[in-house]
């Protein structure tokens, strides 16, 4: 039998906690000490950016927290705007760079602290993003030794770095002692494809590469995201990822707020915020999105006031709403069907042109009708992609 040692299991007060298997573990922790949580991250995300790889072809990454994706993407050329929108219009990427900039681009905010992960090899480019990024550990099927080096000093030598073998294929049955009853279930080793875009039921049905891509992306990250769950994505990424919550529309809603703020960030008053000396990223993002996205009390913009250098123009919802209808050609998933039409009205003011669910409920033709209304191309996937 083989063991690794954790550091502790979901909390701290979780003691006695390691992995063993009887046959040769599937990765070497190369630098720090694994928590619970953080095996659960590497895992599923790193299956995740192994079927973006396997389906679209590219170099794909994904920013995970809390066994979610914040993020995920493939690699494609950046903008000027995303370049500066993700703090690299400084840097010069590599494709795998690109993707994972992509993928903490969806969400800066919940990407704080994250575990990032790579389909391919670790190069020189990734390890100098992350070196100025706030960031709990990497996983991926190797490193070059310059990147190893750089990211062995993150966090005062305790980064976390796991490398996974690339060829590992688990058991087709998995278990999960709960209670201490065991849970036998096959694992979901459902492969997404481009065929489960094929049942389009609506009365639009021109469906372009660009969406079958971003839906591709949205149904493969929702299959390692906690459900319920839904995605909006865009360009070949993610752009805003509702997780776990209890009402589907509650998700969407969720999902829909993360998608607009992502593209609030474009604004050309976001583009030209000039901070004070010393402010870091991390700040920096929360007072852009404060600044742009939210209502603010007298304190709060007083203390935010504080860290430009000169304080910019404060958006109505008028000039929001209205820069926000530039958000168009939106792709869509759900983990499961949509049961009302408050999910299509909902995600339609933001943009999305292009969806992907399961179907299945007893009000799908409610739901189809209301995508007509729209101009929405709908399929209907015949999958349902639930994850705990």
Known sequence: MEEVLMRYGINPNQGSAKVKSFKKLPFKVLNGEPSYINLLDAFNSYQLVRELKLAIGEPAAASFKHVSPSGAAIYSPLSN???KSYFVDDMELSPLATAYSRARGTDRMSSFGDCAALSDKVDLSVAKLLKRE?????????????????????KKGKYLIIEIDPKYEPEPIEERTLFGVTLVQERN???????????????????PDSAK????????????????????AKDGQTIGVGAGQQSRIHCTRLAATKSENWYLRQHPIALAMKF??????????????????????VPERKAWEECFVEVPHKLTDNEKREYLNGLKEISF??????????NIDCVSQSGAKYILQTGGSLRDKEVIDAAN????????????L???
């Open 333 to 342: 998933a759900s983990d499961a069907y949509l049961p009302f039409r408050d």
């Open 386 to 388: 639930f994850h705990h």
């Open 134 to 154: 706030v960031s709990d550990m990497i996983v991926a099927p190797a490193f070059d030794d310059d990147a190893l080096e750089i990211l062995k000093s993150k």
């Open 189 to 207: 080793n459902l492969l997404i494809t481009e065929k489960i875009l094929n049942n389009i039921v609506t009365e639009n049905k021109y469906l």
């Open 213 to 232: 891509r971003d839906l591709l992306i949205s149904a493969i990250t929702l299959k390692y995201t906690q459900s319920n769950s839904v995605c909006f």
């Open 81 to 83: 705007e995303l370049a």
């Open 373 to 384: 209304e729209y101009g929405i191309v709908m399929a209907f996937s015949g999958v349902r």
């Open 276 to 297: 004070r000396e010393g402010v870091p990223h991390t700040v920096q993002n929360n007072a852009i999105d404060k600044w742009l996205c939210d209502d603010l009390t």
